[in-house]
């Protein structure tokens, strides 16, 4: 079993759509990371999270340290949000380690 | 403009070649680390430095060296290339602050190395 978990795999959505993709973990976490991955490979960090909820914009991460999970949401989905979600975790006891999600694929079709 | 640069972004060596991929942070940044990025394994990392001279090894460390003489420089070293080494590599940086800062990872745009 992979240490950090993302559902689902793969994700199409209309337009307009609210959108969420979940992180489970396995370990305590000092940190979790949310990435997005753009079609040309750049990657961007969207949240750093240690408790709570963050909001930017149309996205939205919460975070519940209890039950180890996170979620990202995205409100009024569009196609530019078309891209690779990554959930990263770092470990209480692993320093500056990141451990990865395989990644959630989305598409938002107009 | 804070970024992370890499270099170089494409490269196709063959088996045994010494190559060295260069990653440079102009954000002042203590951390630094190198990932690979593979179909179906998601992203891993090679190797992390908390600042000059202090590295370690991350979850996939065989087959590459770094080193951090410089805090803004922090090159990925492939003694000996192989096939397997074939891969998307990332380098990235953040600032030092405490675990429940709001320090964001900053990635370089990616080499894609293919190794014959």
């Known amino acids: 079993k992979n240490e950090v978990e993302q559902s689902p795999q793969n994700l199409t959505a209309q337009e307009g759509e609210f959108i969420t993709i979940n992180c489970s973990y396995s370990v305590g976490i000092s940190a979790l990371h949310w990435l997005q991955q753009h079609p040309g490979g750049g990657i961007v960090s969207l949240f750093m999270?240690?408790?709570g909820k963050k909001k930017h914009g149309r996205l939205i991460a919460t975070i519940n340290i209890q039950e180890k999970h996170s979620s990202l949401h995205i409100t009024a989905s569009h196609p530019r949000d078309s891209a690779v979600y990554i959930c990263?975790?770092?470990?209480?006891?692993?320093?500056?380690?990141?451990?990865f999600g395989e990644g959630t694929q989305l598409t938002v079709n107009p | 403009e804070a970024q992370v640069t890499q270099n170089p972004r494409y490269l196709i060596t063959v088996t045994g070649k010494k190559l060295t991929v260069t990653c440079s942070q102009n954000m002042n940044h203590e951390y630094m680390s190198w990932y690979r990025q593979d179909p179906g394994l998601g992203l891993r990392q090679i190797y992390y430095s908390m600042n000059v001279e202090v590295t370690d090894k991350g979850d996939v460390p065989e087959g590459y060296k770094v080193s951090r003489k410089e805090k803004r420089n922090f090159p990925l070293i492939l003694e000996s290339p192989s096939p397997n080494q074939t891969s998307l590599y990332f380098c990235a940086s953040r600032g030092r602050g405490s675990p429940l800062s709001t320090d964001t990872q900053y990635f370089g745009p990616g080499t894609r190395l293919t190794v014959l």
């Open positions: 990263a975790v770092r470990g209480e006891t692993s320093g500056s380690r990141l451990t």
């Open positions: 999270l240690s408790s």
